[in-house]
């Protein structure tokens, strides 16, 4: 079973506008975090946000913010007031706990292109 | 720059050959992870080390890949014998292990090309 889902290949969105990004998760561990980062043409890996499973708010970080919805396993990125530089790829990831590492497990990512 | 450094940036080979990719994680971390890009998909793990000790090989191919974490010097990751699906990006990321937020410090890859 794919531990990180993130169904949306593609996104469009307009310049200014709000957008979301869904993510969903599988795990049985209690105790997990939640990435996002993004991965413009230049290829480098950007960390974006973080959710704890345990945190009891949803995440922000300036423009971006993490719909965290527990019982549905998922983690939304959401993107507020979209700008050109927007464009890129958002991977999903997840850390459990219960290896006592910081591996990190991806989704297969969500092509983000924002247009003027 | 203090961040975690790559190289090379960029590298071909011929199918046959060897590939070194080596990754300094940033200052003060003693945890490297590589992962692998092939494209137009997500980062899939490949393995995790610290100093002198490989922790997690789950992600590693059986044959031809190998890594290491020297006391001194870089984390290397050797792939032997290189065959075309072995293009891809290849990332290294390190964290200090103290699992605050476990974020993971990316470098900014190594990309293969193999002929």
């Known amino acids: 079973a794919q531990k990180i889902t993130q169904t949306q290949p593609g996104m469009f969105v307009q310049e200014k506008e709000a957008v979301t990004l869904d993510c969903t998760y599988d795990t049985s561990d209690p105790s997990y975090g939640l990435f996002w980062y993004k991965q413009p043409s230049s290829g480098e890996m950007i960390f974006l946000i973080y959710q704890g499973s345990y945190d009891q708010q949803n995440a922000t970080e300036g423009r971006y913010s993490l719909n965290f919805q527990k019982a549905r396993k998922s983690a939304n990125l959401v993107i507020s007031a979209s700008q050109l530089g927007d464009s890129a790829m958002y991977f999903c990831?997840?850390?459990?706990?219960?290896?006592?590492?910081?591996?990190?497990?991806f989704g297969t990512g969500t092509r983000l292109q924002v247009f003027p | 720059n203090a961040g975690v450094m790559q190289n090379p940036r960029h590298l071909v080979r011929r199918r046959g050959q060897e590939a070194r990719l080596r990754c300094s994680p940033m200052?003060?971390?003693?945890?490297v992870y590589w992962y692998r890009q092939l494209p137009e998909e997500g980062l899939k793990f490949m393995v995790y080390l610290q100093k002198e000790n490989i922790i997690d090989e789950s992600g590693m191919p059986k044959e031809r890949f190998s890594a290491e974490f020297p006391k001194e010097g870089p984390s290397i990751l050797r792939i032997q014998q290189v065959v075309r699906g072995d293009s891809a990006a290849y990332f290294c990321?390190?964290?200090?292990?103290?699992?605050?937020?476990?974020?993971?410090?990316f470098g900014e890859g190594s990309r293969l090309t193999v002929l």
């Open positions: 200052k003060g971390h003693s945890h």
């Open positions: 990321a390190s964290s200090s292990g103290l699992k605050n937020t476990g974020e993971l410090f």
């Open positions: 990831a997840m850390r459990e706990a219960r290896y006592l590492t910081d591996k990190l497990i």
